[in-house]
């Protein structure tokens, strides 16, 4: 058809996708009958917990439930959030105002840039991070500015270090604690030069804040919005996905300052039609049932995180004891690239793992292993990559 398919400029301009190469490989030696033990994707293995599960039934037998939801999200599921927020972080919102229901939170995070950049303006964009706050910049016609998050300022950006003519033009700031890859953590002394930065360069901050409730050792990772004047400059993205192992049901939700939720929700009324009221029913359930699943579900990926960082510090590998997520962020054995790695996990332990300058060029040196496999197939991998030569 020549030219008739031409893509347009913004998806032209999307970065090369450097999950490909690992992509074929994994293909590849999965074609050749190896048994392969993927740590590669960041999606629970466990399931729903059955409470949920048995919500949502109900709710789906209902008809009041197969029609349009409102754009905003139920009264009740945004009630309930604002009830979440007050008891597990303390911060007070407003139901009508400052919570909107999110079809995931990707969702949100991709359509956030729509309502507040213009062609030109600059993104704070952290690397490595998830790719969806630069593409999402890309498509509403922004310019990224990466924040490098290193080792040295425990991967967290530093703000002192972004040049003043960036700071002209920076409209949004994407952050990200409990942080993926790098399973780094922050702190409200962080959180609170974040606001007074963001006050004083006119910055609306935007927190992904999906890993909050998966930490360990009884660690309890702070809301953004604890902090005094955060609500003036920023909005919190939250996600029942890895809470209640809930990836497949897209919910999720946005909660802050009210112009930002307002115009994110103005965003969402023109493109789409909210979340299948049953999965809000759901939603319900999880955030106001009771939480044991949630402290079952830490300490199932506390027990993997502690044989797997035990087995890999074994076998030689760097790498620090993660407070929270399910991902380790390891450093590559001296004279490997993480493409390398990655390439010799795959093909001599049949191993996969994430090769970190995917997330990011300063993600290079990295890869990132997901604990999203059961503690048997964790501790046959170790003695798989025992028995490599590194
Ligand atoms: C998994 C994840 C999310 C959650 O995405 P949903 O769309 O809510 O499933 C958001 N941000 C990061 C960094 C994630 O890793």
Not at 78 to 93: I, M, N, Q
Request: hydrophobic content about 40%; glycine content about 8%.
């Amino acid at each position: 058809m020549g030219d008739f398919f031409e893509r347009a400029e913004r998806l032209k301009k999307l970065p090369p996708y450097l999950f490909k190469a690992i992509d074929e490989k994994k293909a590849e030696v999965k074609a050749k009958g190896v048994d392969i033990i993927d740590l590669g994707v960041g999606d629970p293995d466990l399931p729903t917990p059955p409470h949920i599960v048995e919500e949502m039934k109900r709710a789906a037998e209902d008809p009041a439930n197969h029609r349009y939801p409102s754009y905003s999200g139920m009264r009740e599921f945004r009630e309930v959030v604002a009830e979440w927020y007050e008891k597990r972080f303390g911060v007070s919102l407003d139901p009508d105002q400052e919570v909107v229901s999110l079809i995931g939170s990707k969702e949100g995070i991709a359509h956030f840039p729509l309502a507040f950049v213009n062609p030109g303006d600059v993104v704070l964009v952290p690397s490595p991070s998830y790719p969806v706050y630069h593409i999402s910049t890309l498509f509403a016609g922004g310019r990224s500015y990466f924040m490098p998050l290193t080792e040295e300022k425990d991967f967290l950006p530093d703000l002192d270090a972004l040049p003043a003519d960036v700071l002209d033009k920076a409209r949004v700031m994407f952050i990200n604690y409990p942080n993926n890859p790098t399973s780094a953590v922050a702190d409200l002394g962080f959180f609170e030069r974040v606001v007074r930065f963001a006050k004083k360069h006119g910055i609306i901050v935007c927190h992904d804040a999906a890993y909050t409730e998966m930490a360990f050792d009884g660690y309890k990772p702070p809301s953004f919005l604890e902090v005094d004047g955060a609500k003036d400059v920023g909005i919190e993205f939250h996600s029942l996905s890895k809470t209640y192992n809930m990836t497949g049901w897209r919910i999720g939700f946005a909660v802050g300052n009210k112009e930002a939720v307002g115009a994110l929700g103005a965003v969402k009324s023109n493109i789409d039609s909210g979340v299948f009221q049953a999965v809000q029913v759901a939603g319900i359930r999880a955030l106001r049932g009771s939480q044991d699943c949630v402290e079952q579900m830490r300490r199932i990926y506390q027990e993997r995180r502690d044989l797997m960082v035990a087995g890999l510090s074994e076998a030689g590998f760097d790498l620090r004891m993660p407070m929270a997520t399910f991902y380790l962020w390891v450093k590559t054995p001296e004279g490997y690239s993480s493409a390398e790695i990655t390439t010799r996990l795959l093909e001599e332990a049949g191993v996969v793992v994430t090769p970190g300058n995917g997330f990011g060029e300063p993600g290079e040196g990295y890869f990132r292993i997901a604990l999203t496999q059961d503690k048997s197939r964790l501790a046959e991998a170790i003695e798989r990559i025992k028995a490599m030569h590194l």
